[in-house]
């Protein structure tokens, strides 16, 4: 095998070849002409899916008829006020909290984490779970780690639990798990949902295999695709043929990182620390078995029980008014665009959101103004 | 924040290897990754931790399925023949180009 081959810019441009991307959107156009009806309602759960679309323009490719829609893709998006609000009490109790970037700007009732830091609070942006242990170890204040994302994220919280904290860390899990999600959504009359693209990297972790059920209870196909332009075309072809056929399958189309089984060894850390809960996700609904929380074995190093948690403290600030025209989870759910909200762009921007879908740079909202809004949805392909 | 990264292996010592993505190099635990990774291998990163060592067969297989969707269309019927010459052009193998 020639050298050039392992270099890492060679292996995604691999995946990233305009030649075979165009072949493939004219696979994908004439596939939805031969279901021979428009229009068919597909939807993928994850933000990363969403901004590959966007960035590389996939989305005026598409054909007409052919309807690609957003669902619950975004850990930071779908994690609701009540639990940003239980990370702003601790740290206006004065303990550090450490989080991922996005986590930092998405609303509260009353305020967001960064609200709370510029009351002085003590924020911490970090990057890696790794990163938590050794901020703990560098003070003797308490440090929460307000731990958010889904199951490929819930594995790297596991896995620093298993490792043994510093006694004076904590941590407030607001980790959740996909499957349950799509459940919900299916459910939804409104939606429509023909079939799911599945996250690749979650995937990656539970394995395809945890679709199966789903298929079979909800007649839909699901295929599972990574995020380079060329797995989205193919997984999207792939979903369009079997609605076609109506063979309501999984398929993965991500093999050089998903199995059937996915990574038995994080699976299994991920369990030994986590038990599935249900809870609220930020307007879906109450999700049975969405949420993970730290099993009972791990009360000591629960920030949930190592500190009062009173929400109430919270309420001399006032709940922001314009949050209520926020339409974030009729986006989730598939029922919207972000367009569609009468404060997109207008009240609610990057600079300043009203709303967690235009925190993160995987949200529905962010997404669609960062790359000009409405994206153009009227190409021919 | 979900998003993994490829990246490649430069070196490993114990629990973390540094890995190259696209020229910056970062640490990456590997307490999650299900196979050992030596330098040279790919892995899949997402927040720090590998979550998966990406074998080169199955980045073939990943193409070859791609391939297959591309090819079927191709007879299925009319591909653009400058599409097909591309493609035949961008993988150096003339033979394809009709
Ligand atoms: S926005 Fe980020 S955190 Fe959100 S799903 Fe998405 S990728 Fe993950
Ligand atoms: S534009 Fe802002 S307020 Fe409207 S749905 Fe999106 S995030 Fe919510």
């Not at chain 1, 967001?112 to 790794?130: C, E, M, N």
Request: net charge negative; aromatic share 6%; with cysteine.
């Amino acid at each position: 095998m020639p050298s050039t081959d392992r270099d890492p810019a060679l292996f995604e441009l691999k995946f990233r070849d305009p030649a075979r991307a165009r072949a493939l959107v004219e696979a994908l156009g004439r596939r939805t002409a031969e279901l021979g009806r428009t229009p068919v309602s597909v939807m993928h759960v994850c933000g990363s899916h969403e901004q590959a679309i966007a960035k590389f323009g996939l989305r005026s490719t598409f054909p007409r008829g052919l309807n690609v829609i957003m669902g619950p893709g975004c850990p930071v998006c779908i994690t609701d006020a009540p639990e940003v609000d239980e990370g702003v009490v601790l740290a206006r109790q004065g303990v550090h909290i450490a989080t991922y970037g996005d986590m930092v700007r998405v609303p509260g009732t009353s305020m967001s984490l960064a609200d709370a830091q510029a009351d002085g609070a003590k924020i911490h942006v970090i990057y890696s779970a790794a990163q938590v242990v050794e901020l703990a170890q560098s003070t003797s204040d308490q440090v929460v780690f307000f731990a958010t994302g889904f199951e490929t994220t819930a594995v790297a919280t596991a896995a620093i639990v298993l490792g043994g904290l510093p006694s004076n860390l904590s941590i407030l899990s607001a980790h959740k798990y996909i499957p349950p999600a799509m459940e919900i959504v299916a459910e939804v009359p409104e939606t429509k949902v023909e079939g799911f693209l599945a996250a690749g990297h979650a995937a990656t972790i539970t394995g395809s295999a945890v679709f199966e059920p789903f298929v079979a209870r909800h007649h839909v196909p699901v295929v599972v695709a990574g995020f380079e332009p060329l797995d989205i075309l193919a997984g999207l072809v792939k979903l369009v043929e079997l609605i076609r056929d109506r063979t309501p399958q999984v398929v993965n189309m991500f093999p050089r990182c998903v199995t059937r089984a996915g990574n038995l060894r994080a699976q299994e850390q991920l369990w030994k620390v986590f038990r599935p809960t249900g809870g609220r996700w930020r307007g879906i609904a109450h999700v049975p078995n969405g949420n993970l929380r730290l099993r009972d074995e791990f009360r000591s190093i629960d920030a949930r029980r190592r500190f009062t948690i009173d929400l109430a403290s919270l309420w001399d600030h006032a709940p922001a008014a314009l949050a209520q025209s926020c339409i974030c989870g009729d986006i989730m759910a598939g029922l919207s665009s972000p367009t569609d909200c009468k404060l997109f762009g207008q009240e609610c921007t990057p600079e300043k959101p009203v709303g967690a879908c235009m925190v993160s740079s995987e949200g529905a909202c962010k997404i669609w103004h960062e790359y000009g809004g409405h994206p153009d949805l009227g190409g021919d392909a | 924040m979900c998003l993994g990264v490829p990246g490649k292996v430069i070196e490993v010592a114990g629990n973390v290897a540094t890995v190259d993505f696209w020229g910056v190099r970062r640490q990456v635990q590997l307490d999650v990754v299900d196979e050992p990774v030596a330098p040279g291998d790919y892995i899949l990163n997402h927040v720090g931790f590998a979550i998966r060592r990406i074998p080169e067969s199955e980045i073939a297989e990943t193409l070859a399925l791609y391939e297959q969707l591309i090819t079927q269309a191709e007879q299925d019927d009319l591909m653009a023949e400058d599409v097909r010459n591309e493609i035949a052009g961008a993988r150096g193998d003339r033979r394809a180009v009709d």
